[in-house]
């Protein structure tokens, strides 16, 4: 059975202060590991694909990245709206659709 | 315009009552998800489609169907409603890599 685990809950930081997600993953043949982003009451917004073991993708003060186990989405120097929950997804090559984590709520302090 | 709508947007509704919530796309997407979201639960996947005939239930079907009256519509029915049944309803895209792209959401409550 596909699994997705994703650590801490819940992050709290000051703004500024560097951090990372991380996400566990237990898939048969990785077809594919997605990050979102999901603002309180809205639909989660797509940041991320990483298809292979070392790949990196950056979108502003966001970086992810991806090892045979496990993903990270690194912060640097965050600011306040970049508080949101953040969800990792992944696609195994047996199933039809994505296993969830049930995602970080990363609050960042003024 | 967004790309995937959905219809409505908040909706409360009586317990037995039948409901339906409706989604569209433009993104030219073959494949559709219906979602729900429960705080601590996660998303939880209800239903699936591939295509117009290809329809499979997804991890929480049981008292949900759905119809996938296009290629870009794909709308999702609670028969009788029950109070359990309140959540926020999502409806998902993707092509073949997977990618999913989620609509607004619909906020539903169930008395």
């Known amino acids: 059975e596909d699994q997705v685990t994703q650590s801490p809950e819940a992050l709290r930081l000051q703004e500024g202060e560097s951090s990372s997600l991380n996400c566990s993953y237990t898939?048969?043949?990785?077809?594919?590991l997605f990050w979102y982003r999901q603002d309180p009451g809205k639909g989660p917004e797509f940041l991320f694909t990483?298809?292979?073991a070392g790949e990196e993708k950056e979108k502003e003060r966001l970086k992810a990245t991806l090892t045979k186990k496990e993903s990270f989405l690194h912060i640097t120097a965050p600011k306040p709206e970049d508080s949101a929950t953040y969800l990792c997804?992944?696609?195994?090559?047996?199933?039809?659709?994505?296993?969830f984590g049930s995602g970080t709520q990363l609050t960042v302090l003024p | 315009d967004a790309d995937v709508t959905q219809t409505p947007r908040n909706r409360i509704t009586k317990t037995g009552k039948r409901i339906m919530l409706e989604c569209s796309q433009t993104?030219?997407?073959?494949?559709m998800y219906w979602y729900r979201q429960d705080p601590g639960l996660g998303l939880r996947l209800i239903y699936y489609?591939?295509?117009?005939?290809?329809?499979n239930k997804g991890e929480i079907s049981d008292g949900y169907s759905v119809s996938r009256q296009a290629q870009a519509k794909f709308s999702l029915s609670l028969e009788s409603a029950i109070p359990n049944q309140t959540a926020l309803y999502f409806c998902?895209?993707?092509?073949?890599?997977?990618?999913?792209?989620f609509g607004p959401g619909t906020r539903l409550t169930v008395t």
């Open positions: 998902a895209t993707s092509d073949s890599t997977y990618e999913q792209y």
């Open positions: 898939v048969s043949g990785l077809r594919g």
């Open positions: 990483l298809y292979s």
């Open positions: 997804a992944a696609a195994s090559g047996s199933a039809r659709q994505l296993t």
């Open positions: 993104k030219g997407h073959d494949r």
């Open positions: 489609s591939f295509d117009v005939k290809d329809i």
